[in-house]
């Protein structure tokens, strides 16, 4: 990948627009969000980790939220309906 490219392919760097640069710098954060939660429910799974406080469920909680989160992103990036029932404005 160039290093004008964004992660997603969207638009060069010199091309996008101040808005969405920061829509992509937020969906790469609830990515990477998201991908350290699932290692975490994993290692929990396995036994390896002890919760702190956190029970499993709370966990898997969040892990759905942040799915469902960055599905709603990835269908507004890719200028379909998000699903929010506001006509995607948001």
């Known amino acids: 990948m160039s290093t004008n490219q964004t992660q997603h392919g ?9 808005e969405q640069v920061l829509a992509d710098e937020y969906l790469d954060r609830l990515q990477q969000q998201f991908e350290l939660l699932q290692q975490r429910i994993r ?6 980790e002890p919760l702190d406080g956190s029970s499993l469920r709370a966990l898997e909680m969040r892990r759905e939220g942040l799915e469902l989160e960055l599905e709603r992103l990835r269908k ?3 200028g379909k309906c998000c699903g929010c029932g506001g006509a995607c404005r948001g």
């Not at 969207?10 to 101040?18: C, D, G, L, M, T």
């Not at 290692?43 to 390896?48: C, N, Y």
Request: net charge neutral; hydrophobic share 40%.
């Open 10 to 18: 969207a638009h060069p760097a010199s091309e996008a627009s101040p």
């Open 43 to 48: 290692r929990v799974e396995a036994g390896s």
């Open 76 to 78: 507004r990036a890719a």
